[in-house]
């Protein structure tokens, strides 16, 4: 979705290594999440955010940390890359509003090696 | 713990044909429910989505059905293309939850 963009699109990196992954949107969605996706696991949710002042951790938070710049911006860092954080990582928005569902929007992804 | 699952890892059917998805949930809570495409190399794209107090919804081409007695969800395809072609993912909520549960998807595979 051109809505939601995540850069790098793709990024080799060495085990310790910091890494952060961005990701913004112009939907003006107030909700944004984080979730790894793996082969043959589906999607798991990292972090969310409900608005700039509010983070959470989801279902696999641990090696991970986030910040949320700005309602349009939310980043996942890597403190220590390990290859086991091998994966492609996908950003998701969404907005609840009155009498509609809270559906989630997802971004490009970004494919993330670490030797 | 509840889980999202699917019945079939991979499904191949011929262009033209009907297609049907399926994916068993295990949490009676769970009150809404979607289903996502992704294409290879692009993030889930929403197809369709359907409530609790529903037992059916649909959309162009697509149909979700739901059926809570036990615990199962589908997708139909209509007259499948060859741009049908893709990974499908259901996904379940439960209420006031904010983290959509997925499921490990299915391929479809489109054959001509």
């Known amino acids: 979705d051109a809505d939601v963009t995540q850069t790098p699109r793709n990024r080799i990196t060495k085990t310790g290594k910091r890494i952060m992954l961005e990701c913004s949107q112009t939907k003006g969605h107030d909700r944004m999440y984080w979730y790894r996706q793996d082969p043959g696991l589906g999607l798991r949710l990292i972090y969310y955010?409900?608005?700039?002042?509010?983070?959470n951790k989801g279902e696999i938070s641990d090696g991970y940390s986030v910040s949320r710049q700005a309602q349009a911006k939310f980043s996942l860092s890597l403190e220590s890359a390990i290859p086991n954080q091998t994966a492609l990582y996908f950003c998701?928005?969404?907005?609840?509003?009155?009498?509609?569902?809270?559906?989630?929007?997802f971004g490009p992804g970004t494919r993330l090696t670490v030797l | 713990g509840e889980s999202v699952g699917l019945h079939l890892p991979t499904l191949s059917v011929q262009e033209g044909d009907n297609s049907i998805i399926n994916c068993a949930y295990s949490n009676s809570a769970s009150d809404y429910f979607i289903w996502y495409k992704q294409e290879s190399g692009k993030g889930p794209q929403f197809i369709i989505d359907?409530?609790?107090?529903?037992d059916k919804r649909q959309g162009q081409r697509v149909t979700v059905l739901l059926n809570k007695t036990v615990k199962h969800l589908s997708l139909q395809i209509a007259a499948t293309q060859p741009g049908d072609s893709a990974v499908y993912f259901c996904a379940e909520r439960a209420p006031r939850g904010y983290a959509l549960n997925f499921g490990k998807g299915t391929s479809l595979l489109v054959t001509p």
């Open positions: 359907i409530r609790s107090n529903m």
């Open positions: 955010s409900f608005d700039v002042k509010d983070i």
């Open positions: 998701a928005t969404s907005d609840l509003m009155p009498g509609l569902e809270d559906t989630q929007y």
